[in-house]
Each structure stands twice: as structure tokens, then as C-alpha cells.
């Protein structure tokens, strides 16, 4: 005779199968998106319509990197200064909402300065951002939402 599963087991199982179902679902579309032509060029012909930002420490670690583009132009070395600063300094920009959590762009840094003078397509630049201050860090449920939306 087989044994039989008690309702406490069928339960677990059950929450265990939603939790795991929502949990891939949520990996797969974010797969989805990182995989997409805009956000992760994988040829050095789509590298060329892109602008590679390395967001870079103070101290010199390499972060995270993204692969920004526009529509208003199209061709290799074309330069998007312009776009770009305008871009970066937008507070929900495409550009900002890819800095790392706990870290802001800093526009007093001179070599941000230097490397916001000339941008072109094709190119990589880094950025350097700055660790916030603690108080002003997302905490608790805030620092949740962020990272789910943002990553």
C-alpha cells in the first residue's frame, strides 16, 4: 500500500511550486531584457552604434558596464556629447537607472569632466561614481524596491 501525503506536505510542496515559479519567471524576463541588442551589443559592428560606460570606484574598481545608444544617429564615431551630457544629468535617465545601488555620478570629478567632453559612438568611457553617504542610502523595504526595479 502506498503511503499517503498529508495535508501539511501537499502545502509546502504547493508554496514551494509558486515561490519557484515567480522566482524563474522573474529570471527569464530579466534574461530577456539583458540579452536584448540594446543593452548588450555582442558584435564589434553593433559596438560600433554604442557608447561602453564602465562605472568605475574612486579607487579604481570597475563595477558595471553599459551599453548606452541613441536614435538620433546612427553612424560609427559620430559624436553624441550632447545627448549624452544631457542624458547623464536627466534624474531617471536610461544611464542613472543603471548606476550600481548605494552610488551617485559625481559631476565634480574632473575626470568626469575631462571624459564628458567628447563622446562618441563606438567608444568606451568610464565614469566615475561616488559611495552616498549612509543617511542617505535607500534602507529596509526603500533599498528593496530599488533593487527589484533597478537590477
Not at 109 to 121: E, I
Request: aromatic share 8%.
Amino acid at each position: 500500500m502506498a503511503p499517503r501525503i498529508s495535508r501539511r506536505r501537499i502545502a509546502v510542496a504547493v508554496i514551494l511550486f509558486c515561490l519557484s515559479t515567480v522566482f524563474g519567471t522573474s529570471l527569464l524576463t530579466r534574461g530577456r531584457n539583458l540579452q536584448s541588442g540594446e543593452l548588450m551589443p555582442r558584435t564589434h559592428q553593433m559596438l560600433s552604434h554604442h557608447v561602453t560606460v564602465n562605472f568605475i570606484t574612486q579607487r579604481g574598481r570597475k563595477l558595471r558596464t553599459y551599453y548606452w545608444s541613441t536614435n538620433h544617429t546612427s553612424s560609427r564615431n559620430a559624436d553624441v556629447t550632447d545627448i549624452f551630457n544631457s542624458d547623464i544629468l536627466e534624474a531617471n535617465s536610461g544611464i542613472n537607472q543603471h548606476i550600481p545601488l548605494d552610488y551617485s555620478f559625481d559631476q565634480t570629478d574632473l575626470r568626469n569632466v575631462r571624459t564628458l567632453r567628447n563622446v562618441r559612438l563606438g567608444e568606451s568611457i568610464n565614469l566615475y561614481i561616488t559611495k552616498e553617504r549612509p543617511e542617505d542610502r535607500p534602507t529596509g523595504l526603500q533599498r528593496f524596491y530599488k533593487w527589484l526595479i533597478n537590477d
